[in-house]
């Protein structure tokens, strides 16, 4: 698993995947937290999170597009599938890699809370929970990423499909909205925004959002397996 780990991390550094990712992140944030923050004085930078949770439409699907299917595209697959790595070695390796490059804008954001800080009232306990489950919606939208990526040869393909996944857990408390009610009170629960939106704006710590998030994660890399593993079969 180490050997595939420090080979995707080095793939996603030596193109321009892992610094346009990190770039977007980082550039969009930063002007969210300049306007709100320091322009107009809210102390609180989960607001910045929870405004800019849109741009996981555009960063994920550029992170995750070539994860599994340019592997199946130049027939390297084989390669691994027939590597004395485990089935499941290989994928972690390779998610584990895609979260590592999304850890690197995470560790970033965290001096924000610290600069507001600096600059007069914050709210760090807030901030740091609110940054933390940010990172584990992105951990869960990767696991969603690596899985469609399994499902195809092309880049292109896996970009649109994981957008337009991520789109509907985006769009999911709208959706819901418009099923009948004893079927939106059990999807209601299932909503991602919703879990952040209780942690930026409500300042809960939701444990069941957390759980939510890593069992999401947890499911799509068994899946990713799964369709490995069929394909090792096949």
Known sequence: MLAVYKRELNSYFNSMIGYIFIAIL???????????????????????????????????????????????????????????????????GKYLSMVTVFAVPTLIFCLCPLIIKINGTSALL????????????????????????????????????????????????????????AVSGILSGFSFVGVFNNFAQYQVFDIGGLVLYLSVAFVFIFLTVQTLQKRRWS
């Open 26 to 92: 980082v550039c969009l944030v930063g002007f969210y937290f300049m306007v709100i923050n320091m322009y107009n004085g809210y102390p609180n930078f989960s607001y910045v999170l929870l405004s800019t949770l849109f741009i996981f439409l555009v960063t994920i699907p550029i992170l995750t597009m070539k994860s599994m299917a340019d592997d199946k595209r130049a027939k390297t697959d084989q390669l691994l599938l027939t590597s004395p790595v485990s089935l499941t070695g290989l994928v972690m």
């Open 126 to 181: 807030s901030d740091y929970s609110s940054i933390f489950a940010f990172f584990l919606m992105g951990c869960a939208y990767i696991a969603i990423g690596m899985f469609i990526s399994s499902l195809t040869e092309s880049q292109a393909i896996a970009a649109v499909g994981t957008f337009a996944a991520l789109l509907v857990l985006y769009l999911w408390d709208t959706i819901v909205g418009y099923l009948p009610n």
